[in-house]
C-alpha cells in the first residue's frame, strides 16, 4: 500500500539552530504535501500547503521564515525550523494524497524537541 | 468551512465490549469524512473513510462507521474491544469533491480510548 515516511523520526536540537525534516512518499506521487503540528495530548493543526513546484501555502498564524516547507520532487518535500526555540518543540506529521485519489496518507511524525 | 466534534477526550471500555466513539461534524458542502488512529508516538493509520456511497462504512480491525446526514454525525463503532484497540482515535473532515485537490482536513480533538481487561 501507499506509504509516506518522515525523517528524522526523532531530533533534539539546540535553541537557535535550524533542523530539517524530511516526507517522502515512497511508491507514488504527491503533487500536494500538508505539514501539520501536534502538540502533546492535542489534536493536529494544519500548517501549511506544500505544493510541488510553487510556493507553500501558510495557514493564519504561522511563520512562513520560521517554517519553511521545500517541495522540489513529487515524491519529496522537507519542513524546515529555522532558529528553532523550545516553544517549537512539538510532533509534525505530514501527508500526501496519492494522484488523483481521495485517500490522505500519513507519515509517522516526527519528534523535535529543542533544548 | 468544516468543523469536527468529537465528545467524549476520554472513552473505556471493557475487554469484549461494544466500541462506540462520537463525531459530529459541520460542513457547508458534502463532506469527506474520515477516522484516524494513532498510536503512542506514531504518526496517523487511517481507520475508514466516506466519500460516496454507502452510508456504512467498513475499515481496518473491525472497526465501522455509519455517515447520517440528517444527524451530521459519523461515530465509529467496533463490536467486540480488543486490548489492542487502545490508542486515540481522531475524526477529521474535508470539504468533499468540491475540495477535490485542496484536502485539508479538519481534526476534533481526538478521543482517548482505554480497554479495561
Known amino acids: 500500500g501507499a506509504v509516506v515516511s518522515q525523517h528524522p523520526s526523532r531530533v533534539i536540537c539546540k535553541s537557535g539552530t535550524s533542523v530539517k525534516i524530511e516526507c517522502r512518499s515512497l511508491?507514488?506521487?504527491?503533487?500536494?504535501m500538508f505539514w501539520y503540528r501536534q502538540f502533546p495530548k492535542q489534536s493536529l493543526m494544519l500548517m501549511a500547503t506544500?505544493?510541488?513546484?510553487?510556493?507553500?501555502?501558510?495557514e493564519q498564524g504561522v511563520e512562513k521564515d520560521k517554517f519553511l516547507i521545500n517541495h522540489a520532487s513529487l515524491t519529496l518535500s522537507t519542513l524546515t525550523v529555522t532558529s528553532a526555540h523550545p516553544e517549537d518543540s512539538s510532533f509534525y506529521i505530514c501527508?500526501?494524497?496519492?494522484?488523483?485519489?481521495?485517500?490522505?496518507?500519513f507519515g509517522e511524525g516526527s519528534w523535535l524537541t529543542v533544548v | 468551512a468544516q468543523s469536527v466534534t468529537q465528545l467524549g477526550s476520554h472513552v473505556s471500555v471493557s475487554e469484549g465490549a461494544l466500541v462506540l466513539l462520537r463525531c459530529n461534524y459541520s460542513?457547508?458542502?458534502?463532506?469527506?469524512l474520515f477516522w484516524y488512529v494513532q498510536y503512542p508516538n506514531q504518526g496517523l493509520q487511517l481507520l475508514l473513510k466516506?466519500?460516496?456511497?454507502?452510508?456504512l462504512v467498513k475499515g481496518i480491525n473491525g472497526f465501522e462507521a455509519e455517515f447520517k446526514k440528517s444527524e451530521t454525525s459519523f461515530h465509529l463503532t467496533k463490536p467486540s474491544a480488543h486490548m489492542s484497540d487502545a490508542a486515540e482515535y481522531f475524526c477529521?473532515?474535508?470539504?468533499?469533491?468540491?475540495?477535490?485537490?485542496?484536502?485539508?482536513?479538519?481534526f476534533g480533538t481526538g478521543t482517548r480510548l482505554t480497554i479495561i481487561p
Open positions: 501527508s500526501a494524497r496519492m494522484g488523483g485519489g481521495n485517500t490522505i496518507y
Open positions: 511508491d507514488f506521487q504527491a503533487t500536494t
Open positions: 506544500s505544493n510541488e513546484g510553487s510556493k507553500a501555502t501558510y
Open positions: 460542513s457547508s458542502v458534502p463532506p469527506y
Open positions: 466516506y466519500t460516496t456511497g454507502a452510508t
Open positions: 477529521a473532515v474535508t470539504g468533499g469533491i468540491s475540495n477535490f485537490g485542496n484536502e485539508k482536513l479538519t
